[in-house]
């Protein structure tokens, strides 16, 4: 047996024994999604648990080093350890943005000591963050961001408004665009590091078209930030946010794989029916279908020569700008067409039997996929200017 | 196995893309043409393929081929599809090949097909369009059989040394046992083959068996049970296929973007407009993600995989999305030349028609993949 070999029938024995049964149910609803953070009462007893276990062996982020939390596997390991807690149907034991965004990035731009103080804790789950890159009148155009951070000598005081902050009145930290030189553009913006809990700091609630409110309107009012949490060099800020949207693009790519399973064609066979020949009865709707799994299936062997390519050092580096606007155009059509196949039972918004309203509220919520992490139409300018080389 | 070409595989890619772009490149095509071809291809380029054991990558090392697999084979047609180059490789070196692996014939036409010298083509497709069901009939007589039928869009059948044929010996049209697939040799009395010429200017036949006779030995694998070879056919076929289709889209779509950069108007590169960049940006991931599922495709049939079946019909389908995506938006963005038969745009579209038509359109594939999961 090779060394992977081993490692995949011990990593199969530990699965077995340690994933409780509940954590192999799937995820039907923003509960079942854990997020760690200060406030641990949010989590269910078998969350926990799970959690705990995972975050001991470090495999909440397998591919980290030991010294920070992680589990030190190798990209081949880290592979295997995903596939075999897909065969058990495991859930991720933590969702998290210091997982797949803030962690990368210190990873690359932090310093020692801010490693060792952030990243045990992502790997945890014991704090839980939020990005503040948004603003009112800098969305696409990011770096035209204004809120500011003054040099007050051990500090900064930081000044202004975020907007679509996701999460930011849950979050415990959030890592934020700040501005620190007004001459330049992208020069002039730096990354910095601070606890939601410092006086300062104020969050609203955004409501959106699917009745969710996850999100806000975070406001900053002389906010002390101790200097040892600029991350990076100070005004070159862009470097590290750049690097941390890649990885964030990464993430949301894998909407486009969420669809799993036979949901959407069960679904249409419940409310449809078949034909005589057992096909599904609307022939149209059937043709969709099956040209969307054609895609998205294709789709799920793109993301794995994704990774793939990334762990070997072989993708370019705007390939995360592809991956996200396909997988997110993906997902916004499996939720077209399982509102199709729903027809009206689908667009209950509060009975008891539609859950809530849960498929009309889910399909509206995707709508925001190609939108947040950056739009659809910025990940083409992307893909066109630097994979493809167009001029202008 | 990670998802991309290993070393070995990159320098084959190399070997293929020198070779087919210096020796076969669109010009060769167009010079096959203009002169009125009657093969369809260049025997002398076949036999140089043969040289560079490219006809040899899926035969067995102990058969004198290089033991290689439908990822090798797959990257040569990807050059060949990028060069447009008219080829046999894909029906003799990859299709007739894998039908014939491991049974007696295989001793008889392996050596020919490894020089350079035989050439195979398969008789599949009754229709207009491919289906599953097989009607040709074949009744037993004396010692052999008597064919009888009629077969179309044959690449190759007016040229070709061998025909693979599948024909009923029982049961009715949509079962799946009851065929079997029968080797017969291209001088068969009985057998008519009336060459057509495809929009690709790649020639096709229409056959015509009249009470063609034939020996027991002309089965391949088991009567009634042809179904295992036909299927090896048609997982090599159709993942060929595929990767042809990548090199023919690929190739579009290099051009289109080549095109973007130099051709100006009102003053500035087309390519500086955004209503183009985003088509083309989307036309990329397109291409990409069919790029993923045929290499997986491919690396599963190697495997020997359960899903393979389902993997290649996905390949299929999406290599013909992706294709037909690109030479469609490579006409459009080249404008008015994209029109003209002197430049070569055109010519990847009708390549990539005639591609997505082989072995099974997109629709076609879906629909397979559709009844697979139950609906
Ligand atoms: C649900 C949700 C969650 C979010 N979470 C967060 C978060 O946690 N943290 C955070 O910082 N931000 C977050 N965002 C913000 C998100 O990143 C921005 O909404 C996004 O970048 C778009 O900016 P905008 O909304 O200002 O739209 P605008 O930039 O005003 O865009 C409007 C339209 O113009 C198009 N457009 C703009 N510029 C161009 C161009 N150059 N070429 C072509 N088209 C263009 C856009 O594609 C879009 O269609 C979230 C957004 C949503 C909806």
């Known amino acids: 047996m090779s060394d992977l070999d081993t490692f995949r029938a011990e990593t199969r024995a530990w699965l077995e024994e340690n994933c409780p049964a509940e954590m192999r149910k799937p995820v039907v609803s923003e509960k079942d999604v854990v997020w760690g953070g200060r406030d641990q009462s949010r989590m269910t007893p078998p969350q926990k648990t799970w959690l705990d276990r995972m975050a001991a062996r470090g495999w909440t982020v397998p591919d980290w080093p030991e010294d920070y939390g992680g589990g030190g596997l190798s990209p081949a390991e880290t592979k295997v350890l995903r596939e075999e807690m897909t065969r058990i149907g495991a859930r991720n034991p933590l969702n998290s943005f210091g997982i797949s965004m803030l962690g990368p990035a210190l990873l690359k731009y932090g310093n020692e000591a801010q490693k060792l103080e952030h990243l045990p804790k992502i790997a945890r789950g014991d704090i839980r963050w939020c990005q503040g890159y948004s603003e009112p009148n800098a969305g696409s155009d990011l770096a035209s961001l204004a809120t500011s951070a003054e040099d007050a000598g051990d500090h900064f005081l930081v000044n202004g408004q975020k907007v679509w902050t996701s999460y930011a009145d ?223 | ?127 207009a369009k491919h289906r599953s069901g097989v009607a040709m009939r074949a009744e037993r007589a004396g010692n052999g059989f008597r064919l009888t039928g009629a077969k179309q869009f044959v690449t190759h059948g007016h040229v070709a040394d061998l025909l693979i044929v599948a024909v009923r010996t029982a049961g009715s049209t949509e079962d799946a046992e009851g065929v079997t697939l029968f080797v017969v040799p291209a001088d068969a009395a009985g057998l008519t083959s009336t060459p057509e010429r495809l929009a690709d200017t790649s020639i096709a036949a229409r056959l015509t068996f009249e009470g063609v006779e034939l020996d027991g030995d002309a089965v391949l694998g088991e009567v009634d049970g042809g179904r295992a070879p036909l299927e090896r056919l048609l997982h090599a076929g159709r993942v060929g296929a595929s990767a042809e289709l990548l090199g023919v889209g690929g190739g579009a779509m290099d051009m289109t973007t080549d095109y973007l950069r130099q051709r ?46 389902g993997a290649v019909s996905l390949a299929k389908a999406m290599s013909g999305l992706a294709t037909t995506l690109s030479v469609q938006e490579g006409v459009q963005m080249h404008g008015g030349i994209g029109m003209t038969d002197e430049y070569d745009i055109g010519l990847f579209m009708k390549r990539a028609r005639v591609l997505a038509e082989m072995f099974g359109d997109a629709n076609f594939h879906a629909d397979r993949l559709a009844r697979g999961r139950g609906y």
Not at chain 1, 359 to 377: F, P, Q, V
Not at chain 2, 77 to 99: D, K, Q
Not at chain 2, 288 to 303: F, G, N, S, T
């Open chain 1, 170 to 392: 849950q979050a415990d930290w959030i890592f934020c665009l700040v501005r620190t030189d007004r001459a330049t553009k992208q020069g002039g913006i730096s990354f910095v590091l601070f606890d939601m809990a410092s006086p300062g700091v104020s969050t609203k609630p955004i409501l959106l078209i699917s009745g969710y409110s996850p999100f806000c309107e975070t406001f900053f009012d002389d906010v002390k930030v101790p200097k040892a949490n600029l991350v990076g060099e100070l005004n070159k800020g862009w470097d590290v946010a750049k690097y941390l949207l890649g990885h964030e693009r990464e993430m949301i790519s894998g909407m486009g794989l969420s669809g799993g399973g036979n949901a959407l064609i069960e679904g249409a066979l419940a409310t449809v029916g078949v034909d005589a020949d057992g096909r599904l009865a609307d022939p149209l709707l059937r043709a969709q279908i099956a040209l969307y799994e054609v895609r998205a299936t294709a789709f799920a062997a793109q993301s794995e020569r994704f990774i793939d390519e990334l762990k070997a050092g072989r993708a370019h580096p705007a390939q995360p700008s592809m991956m996200k606007y396909y997988g997110t155009e993906l997902n916004k059509a499996r939720h077209e067409l399982a509102m199709a196949a729903g027809g009206s039972d689908a667009i209950e918004w509060e009975s008891e039997r539609s859950s809530g309203g849960r498929a009309a509220r889910a399909w509206l919520r995707t709508k925001a996929n190609s939108i947040e992490g950056g739009t659809s139409e910025i990940q083409l300018n992307i893909v066109a200017k630097r994979i493809l080389e167009l001029p202008g």
């Open chain 2, 1 to 127: 196995m990670p998802l991309f070409l290993n070393d070995e595989q990159t320098m084959l890619r190399e070997t293929a893309r020198d070779f087919v772009s210096e020796n076969a490149p669109i010009a060769h095509l167009r010079r096959l043409r203009d002169t009125h071809d009657g093969t369809g291809f260049d025997r002398g380029l076949w036999r140089q393929f043969a040289e560079l054991g490219f006809t040899g990558i899926l035969i067995g090392e102990e058969s004198g081929g290089l033991g290689l697999g439908h990822v090798e084979a797959g990257v040569v047609l990807e050059e060949i599809g990028r060069n447009l180059s008219p080829s046999p490789f894909l029906t003799t070196a990859v299709a007739a090949v894998a039908a014939l692996e491991g049974s007696p014939q295989a001793e008889r036409w392996y050596p020919g097909i490894l020089a350079g010298e035989t050439v195979a083509a398969l008789a599949i497709d009754e229709g």
């Open chain 2, 264 to 309: 100006k108007q009102f003053g500035v590169a087309i390519g500086t407009f955004q209503a183009l960049q985003h088509r083309a940006a989307h036309l990329y991931a397109e291409m990409e993600v069919a790029r993923a599922a045929v290499l997986k495709a491919q690396q599963l049939l190697d495997a020997g995989a359960d899903q393979a079946d």
